[in-house]
């Protein structure tokens, strides 16, 4: 992409799309387009078609979603799958329909099967049952996925997706109700710490297997596919390691500095039992993360505290 080329990045204040604007902008990229959920509601196709006509960007980086931690997407399984659906279609045809020359989909490593073969490899799509918690949005994300894959094929466009593991990073939910468990533990710890508490709970045995990649990391990533990658295949993105649910809680609690004891709570569900990518098709291209968990971990701590101590004030 040149670096005056017209890129639309879709959520550009999530989690993910605020990590694209930042890394785009440090590279030079000076021609962003981007609109807030409340200026432009991505699941209107009317609204979508009339942006992409007027706007008419070269690249589309499809980073809107509607996302969440287990609770979330087992209570509000409907949302999930309709949000994320009409998300996704409406901004893959709104890019045909306007020629746009490249696009790249965000998934998760939620399309995987339950009970995959670990570590994941691409080819393990659709190869067994999904996890029910997460089942609405896994098949939308699955969706997006094909809809790229038969669009290329039927249409020669050039629209790309990248997998990528459990993320976190700056801008992350810390709701305790419908956050990611890397960033509910942070919160968690922190609160119990100021508090001067003697616990923490956490959910399930502990016992899950998960990877994790910081999200500067991975917009470094998501650079380099739309700069050196057409394929149909979509590619996983991650670090090619996991650690279990207690022991990151127990990195985060030295992280925070927390003295008191983490406590399990059986009752609440464990999910998959273990998500990690095969990265292997990443790496060969030449792409690998660089930032390692503590050091990821630190760094969102550190962002945390900040905004933590603004809101407190």
Not at 172 to 189: C, G, M, Q, W, Y
Request: charged share 30%; glycine share 6%; aromatic share 10%.
């Amino acid at each position: 992409m040149k670096k005056d080329a017209k890129i639309y990045v879709a959520g550009h204040r999530g989690l993910v799309g605020s990590a694209i604007m930042r890394k785009l902008k440090k590279e030079g990229y000076n021609n962003l387009v981007y609109r807030t959920s409340s200026e432009l509601d991505l699941r209107r196709q009317e609204k979508v078609e009339e942006f992409f006509e007027e706007e008419k960007p070269e690249y589309v980086i499809l980073a809107a979603a509607k996302v969440g931690g287990i609770q979330a997407n087992d209570t509000y399984s409907a949302e999930f799958l309709y949000d994320n659906l009409m998300i996704e279609t409406n901004v893959i045809d709104a890019a045909y329909q306007n020629d746009v020359k490249k696009l790249l989909f965000l998934g998760s490593s939620c399309i995987y099967p339950k009970f995959a073969d670990q570590p994941m490899k691409e080819d393990y799509l659709l190869s067994g049952k999904l996890e029910s918690t997460n089942e609405g949005y896994a098949v939308a994300k699955i969706t997006g996925i094909k809809l790229c894959e038969h669009y290329n094929k039927q249409y020669d466009t050039n629209f790309i997706s990248a997998m990528p593991t459990n993320l976190y990073g700056p801008n992350d939910n810390f709701d305790l109700e419908t956050s990611h468990v890397l960033p509910a533990l942070i919160r968690k710890f922190h609160e119990a710490k100021i508090n001067e508490e003697d616990e923490v709970v956490i959910w399930g045995t502990g016992k899950p297997r998960r990877e994790f990649l910081h999200v500067d990391d991975l917009a470094d990533a998501l650079l380099f596919l739309m700069n050196n990658y057409n394929g149909d295949q979509f590619v996983n993105v991650g670090v090619g390691k996991d650690i279990s649910i207690l022991e990151l809680a127990e990195l985060i609690k030295d992280i925070v500095g927390f003295e008191g004891e983490i406590v399990n709570d059986l009752s609440k569900p464990d999910g998959t039992p273990r998500k990690l990518l095969d990265v292997s098709r990443i790496n060969n291209l030449g792409w690998r993360a660089h930032l390692s968990l503590e050091e990821g971990i630190f760094k969102t701590y550190e962002w945390y505290k900040k905004k933590y101590d603004k809101q407190d004030k």
